[in-house]
């Protein structure tokens, strides 16, 4: 799953993919442009808001209880705090977040 940060509304991608997470951008001004609409961003690294991920998913009946399974494995590795998700940045760019 990643959140797809390429275009001016963005997106959460590959929701059916709960094993790996990152943001997807062009470029590092574009990232930080749109941060805003699903977290933050801090030292090179974006936070997720959780209930941005939650309310982006694909409303299948099992996909919550996966996204908690997801959740939980993020918080037991040190990715999870204050309600955002640590994710790595993919693109061309990424520059000094």
Not at 51 to 80: K, Q
């Amino acid at each position: 799953m990643y959140v797809d940060a390429r275009h001016p509304v963005v997106l959460l991608a590959e929701t059916d993919d709960l094993t790996r997470f990152s943001v997807v951008a062009d470029s590092h001004e574009a990232l930080a442009e749109r941060a805003g609409q699903f977290g933050r961003l801090a030292d090179g690294v974006a936070f997720v808001r959780c209930d941005w991920i939650r309310g982006s998913g694909p409303g299948t009946p099992e996909w919550p209880t996966a996204l908690e399974a997801m959740f939980a494995f993020a918080e037991s590795s040190g990715w999870l705090t204050d309600g955002h998700v640590q994710a790595h940045i993919v693109g061309p760019d990424p520059g000094p977040a």
